[in-house]
């Protein structure tokens, strides 16, 4: 096996995951390196839930296996969610490919300051025991949503990198995939100036979905999809237009946002 200087393994070109939603997987030109994570970001139902949802249904029925960590919506609420779209759980949940399991930010966070106060040296702590159920190895995670942690840290910023830098590690070395969901109060990646807690995550991520409300002159809204950044990878640059289907899920087009619009 070829090895960097960081000794970690060189993913080869093959090794890579589709998301399997229409039109966004052609934003990529090779899709998102296996053990890398990806930020799904955008403001208040800007669609995150639903484009991540989509993707863990979509693995699942393709036999990998896929946890869903949901740190807002009960499980339920999650399930009921896909079902709208057709996308049922059960069989999936009964066949061991898809862990549906709502966590507590808090209880995290408490965990957190346990090891570490018992490792003393902050870099030693093990956050599996904290985030992964055991008896699952996924190939592919979803959070929803790194916002929710973050602000159970309250203020603990440090505390809170450490915690996702272990978290990126964990992944890494147990080749899973992540798409983590970050709220975004307004466009952040548009030019409006923002401070905002949890910044650093996207300097640490491999991948940057962004999800666009979008307001068009004359009241009509729409949606807008983005992939900002893929280590590694020659992305199509730029903001596509995209729709949330009844019954279908996520559908991103293949032109490029125009005509007068605010994104929101
Ligand atoms: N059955 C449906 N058909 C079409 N669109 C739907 C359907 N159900 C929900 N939606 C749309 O999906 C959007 C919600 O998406 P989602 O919950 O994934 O957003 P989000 O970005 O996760 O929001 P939040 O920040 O509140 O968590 C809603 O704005 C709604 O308009
Ligand atoms: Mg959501």
């Not at 934003?27 to 970001?41: A, N, Q, T, Y």
């Not at 008896?135 to 979803?142: A, Q």
């Not at 666009?212 to 992305?235: H, P, Q, S, T």
Request: proline letters at 3%; a neutral charge; hydrophobic letters at 40%.
């Amino acid at each position: 096996m070829v090895v960097n200087i960081d000794h970690k393994p060189i993913l080869s070109k093959r090794e890579r995951i589709l998301l399997h939603v229409s039109g966004l997987d052609e934003l990529f030109h090779e899709g998102i390196p296996v053990g890398h994570s990806v930020l799904v970001e955008g403001g208040p139902g800007s669609g995150k839930t639903l484009l991540c949802l989509q993707v863990a249904y979509e693995h699942a029925k393709r036999g990998k296996k896929v946890l869903i960590m949901s740190f807002e919506e009960p499980e339920e609420q999650l399930r009921e969610h896909m079902a709208v779209f057709g996308w049922d759980t059960e069989p999936l949940e009964k066949k061991g490919v898809l862990k549906i399991k709502r966590f507590s930010a808090l209880d995290i966070s408490r965990s957190v300051e346990a090891l570490l106060s018992e490792a003393k040296k902050e870099l030693l702590i093990d956050i599996q025991p904290v985030l992964i159920p055991k008896d699952f190895t996924p190939d592919l995670v979803i959070v929803d949503s790194i916002s929710a942690i973050s602000s159970a840290f309250s203020g603990e910023e440090s505390r809170f990198r450490i915690y996702m830098e272990q978290f990126f590690r964990y992944m890494e070395r147990e080749r899973a995939s992540s798409l983590l969901i970050r709220e975004v109060a307004n466009p952040t990646h548009t030019g409006g100036a923002y401070v905002e807690h949890g910044e650093a995550i996207s300097f640490l991520s491999d991948g940057i979905i962004v999800l666009y409300n979008v307001l068009y002159d004359g009241g009509r809204r729409g949606r807008a999809v983005e992939v900002l950044k893929m280590r590694g990878d020659d992305i199509k640059r730029g903001i596509y237009e995209g729709e949330i289907r009844r019954g279908k899920g996520w559908i991103v087009s293949k032109k490029l946002l125009s005509g007068k619009q605010t994104l929101t």
